[in-house]
Structures are given as C-alpha cells and as structure tokens.
C-alpha cells in the first residue's frame, strides 16, 4: 500500500530548531492531506499540524507561531520546521499521509502512519 518514512528528529536545547520529514511512498493515486501528530507515555497522540493538498494547514494551538508544515506535493514529501523548542514539546513524532492509493481494480482510500520519529528537548 503505502509507506511514510519520517526523519530529522533527535536531541536539541530549548530554544532550538529541528525539521522534520516524511516522505510517502507506493502506489499513490492521490493525497488529500499530511500531517504530524505526537505522543507522550501515557498519553494520546495529539494533533501537532496538518496539510491539505490545496495548501490549507491546521495547527495545534501549543504549537501556533513556532512550527510551520510545508510540503512537496510532487514528492509526495511532509516537513515540519520547529523553532523555538520547549521542553514540553518532547515526544515521540508521527506522520500521516490520509488518500487514495492503487489497490486491484479500483484505487482505494488509505491512512497512513510513520514509524515515529522521537524529539526530545532539553532545559
């Protein structure tokens, strides 16, 4: 079906910067929309931002001003550039890809998820 491959997370001080990246792969008709969710332990994952293929982006408010998703819809590629890091931004980061993919016949719809990508903030 289809696969999303997350990289650029790590270990940064508050106040610092990281991208991320999420390229999908396989047999892609279409994409509606991409995004980036995180968790916690514990916790649910949560909404951090999100990217129709028309441009339209979502954010969480905790994250409003500091983040900024992009994307390559010719690549089929997600970016989340996050400055401004605080310490309670540190989790584990996960991409979505939500569309239609070439499944038989007829193309299907899929929701896709990454591996996770962990972010860790240190004070």
């Known amino acids: 079906q289809v696969q999303l491959v997350e990289s650029g997370g790590g270990l940064v001080q508050a106040g610092g910067s990281l991208r991320l990246s999420c390229a999908a792969s396989g047999s892609i008709r279409s994409i509606r929309a991409m995004g980036w969710y995180r968790q916690t332990p514990g916790k649910q994952r949560e909404l951090v931002a999100v990217i129709t293929s028309g441009g339209t982006t979502t954010y969480a408010d905790s994250v409003k001003g500091r983040f900024t998703i992009s994307a390559n819809n010719a690549k089929n590629t997600v970016y989340l550039q996050m400055n401004s890091l605080k310490p309670e931004d540190t989790a584990v980061y996960y991409c979505?890809?939500?569309?239609?993919?070439?499944?038989?016949?007829?193309?299907?719809?899929?929701?896709?998820w990454g591996q996770g990508t962990q972010v860790t903030v240190s004070s």
């Open positions: 979505n890809a939500d569309g239609r993919y070439y499944g038989g016949y007829y193309s299907q719809d899929f929701n896709s």
